[in-house]
């Protein structure tokens, strides 16, 4: 009996094999990158659906926030961010994958994309900033929002604004995990360079995130496009249904 499970576990191999290379199935690797208050954690219930398809994941906590925020400070920007990002790709050796940037953190991968196009497979925008070539700052949050002036602490304020779906124990979980952010993230500019035109873009957006998804997809976007019945948080609150639309949008990478 061991023979046939070892012939089994060696055939189930040899299909999966064949199925890569017919193109049947496309293996990726995926960069996750949060937004304003979270870190890598916020991806708990993504990663594993990721992983179980056999994706590599690797979940971005930027400089000041979740298991950083002990590295916070009024000095910390959109450059900090950017170099987080390039530093996973260089440390991890990576190359044609997928880069997901979050809410505010879609400048910061746009900057990243813009410096590493070549290795940058698709840069798909999750209910994100969306710079274009030149671009003035993001703006802030209102004065009254801001700790020591440099910082934005999470509230139940924001949390029900813009993710009313989020409740029971994920918002308590969602609660105790937030940081505060950084309020010179916001602040800073991104300028890309021409590079960026080269770079293959893919867009999902929420419809209880706070922009108007109809208003927006009336624009002629510059890649595919993807839309979630759900607030700005669906790695929280709708995981398996943002995976299947991650994995939709991440084809035909160059």
Request: glycine share 8%; aromatic share 8%.
């Amino acid at each position: 009996m061991p023979e046939l499970h070892a012939g089994r576990k060696y055939a189930k191999i040899s299909i999966r094999t064949a199925q890569i290379h017919l193109g049947r199935t496309s293996v990726a690797t995926f960069v996750l990158v949060p937004g304003a208050w979270l870190g890598g954690w916020a991806w708990k219930k993504v990663v594993p659906l990721l992983e179980k398809k056999g994706h590599e994941v690797h979940a971005v906590t930027l400089t000041g926030m979740g298991e950083r925020v002990h590295l916070a400070s009024k000095d910390v920007g959109i450059e900090t961010a950017v170099q987080d990002v390039l530093n996973v790709i260089k440390y991890n050796d990576l190359d044609n994958f997928v880069l997901v940037g979050h809410s505010f953190a879609g400048k910061v991968v746009a900057a990243a994309a813009d410096r590493a196009p070549k290795m940058v497979g698709t840069l798909l925008y999750l209910d994100a900033f969306r710079p274009e070539k030149v671009r003035t700052p993001q703006g802030s949050f209102p004065d009254e929002w801001q700790v020591d002036g440099w910082n934005v602490p999470f509230s139940e304020e924001i949390l029900d604004s813009i993710g009313k779906d989020v409740r029971g124990a994920d918002r308590k979980w969602m609660l105790s995990r937030a940081t505060s952010l950084p309020v010179k993230y916001f602040r800073d500019p991104v300028t890309l360079s021409e590079n960026f035109d080269s770079v293959r873009k893919a867009y999902i957006f929420c419809t209880g995130g706070g922009d108007n998804v109809d208003e927006i997809l009336k624009v002629k976007l510059d890649g595919p496009s993807k839309v979630i019945e759900s607030g700005h948080w669906p790695m929280i609150t709708r995981p398996k249904e943002l995976v299947e639309d991650m994995l939709a949008l991440a084809g035909n990478r160059k």
